[in-house]
């Protein structure tokens, strides 16, 4: 049970300090005295299933949310330790990073482009923003049918409701960190 005490404890701290709230707006918007949530932050109180719910309701969030288990703190992983996407007859190989959450509204991979290799990427709908980190070789990245090139150590970022394409510039395989934002 002291995994969800912890749990709890984060979860709740975490939504406190994330809304700037004090604990006094805390008890207020949650009808749990100002002691029991000092409490139940610093890990001293294990609550009980109502005061739970009282917190949630208060807070506007889920019940469950309040329960899970954080997500790992750190963590060093490769690149290329997931299976890659691949397109262009494995050519442009694409490794997802950090995968799209709604809390964290934007996805991370890692692309390797062999030479002479291009990409044609397809516009993507809504409020979308791409943003392509070079780390070796050079990329050149069509956008709405203008050019850009981006040289190692330079990024691009650009609005990707558009057609728009990668091409691996030189005789290296070019490789790069891409983002992608989905903004409201």
Request: aromatic content about 10%.
């Amino acid at each position: 049970m002291e995994q969800s005490t912890e749990a709890i404890s984060s979860n709740l701290k975490g939504y406190r300090e994330n809304r700037n709230l004090s604990l006094d707006q805390l008890s207020d918007l949650t009808g749990v005295s100002k002691s029991m949530l000092r409490q139940i932050e610093t890990g001293q109180s294990n609550p009980t299933i109502t005061t739970i719910w009282k917190i949630a309701n208060g807070l506007r969030v889920s019940f469950t949310s309040l329960l899970k288990k954080p997500t790992i703190k750190a963590n060093v992983k490769s690149f290329c330790e997931e299976k890659p996407l691949t397109a262009e007859s494995e050519h442009y190989r694409v490794f997802p990073l950090i995968p799209f959450d709604p809390q964290r509204p934007h996805e991370t991979y890692y692309l390797e482009v062999d030479p002479g290799t291009v990409f044609h990427g397809e516009p993507h709908k809504g409020n979308v923003y791409e943003y392509v980190f070079v780390t070796q070789g050079s990329l050149e990245v069509v956008v709405d049918g203008k050019a850009f090139r981006v040289n190692e150590k330079e990024f691009l970022q650009f609005q990707a409701d558009c057609p728009h394409e990668y091409r691996c510039l030189g005789n290296a395989m070019t490789t790069a960190i891409m983002q992608i934002s989905y903004t409201t």
